[in-house]
């Protein structure tokens, strides 16, 4: 069983910053990506940011420059710097892992419940 535990949403300005975090447990072999997508209402869910265990970064253009995505291998952790955020970035916030849970099965995707963010105008 694998789990996936987010924090650090909430309501700021526009301009002001955000930190959320990701923490995977559980039965875990590897984790070869984690990363953030969000949903706005009416929206498909979207690829945020996410990053490689070797480190390899992907952006979305409209957070390029504003977001950076970081990760902790040894706890098996993933975070989501946001600065300057503007009212389009308001959105429920998921994390997500593709996760082997042992070295002979194949690697799954796995999410999070998600977590608001809010920016006003």
């Known amino acids: 069983q694998v789990h996936l535990v987010e924090s650090g949403g909430g309501l700021v300005q526009a301009g002001g910053s955000l930190r959320l975090s990701c923490a995977a447990s559980?039965?875990?072999?590897?984790?070869?990506?984690m990363g953030w997508y969000r949903q706005a209402p009416g929206n498909q869910r979207e690829l945020v940011a996410r990053?490689?265990?070797?480190?390899?970064?992907e952006y979305a253009d409209s957070v390029k420059g504003r977001f950076a995505v970081s990760r902790d291998n040894t706890n098996n952790t993933v975070y989501l710097q946001m600065n300057d955020l503007k009212p389009e970035d308001t959105a429920v916030y998921y994390c997500?892992?593709?996760?082997?849970?042992?070295?002979?099965?194949?690697?799954?995707?796995?999410w999070g419940q998600g977590t608001q963010v809010t920016v006003s105008s």
């Open positions: 997500n892992a593709l996760i082997k849970t042992t070295i002979a099965t194949v690697t799954n995707a796995y």
């Open positions: 990053i490689s265990s070797f480190g390899r970064l």
């Open positions: 559980g039965r875990i072999f590897s984790i070869p990506q």
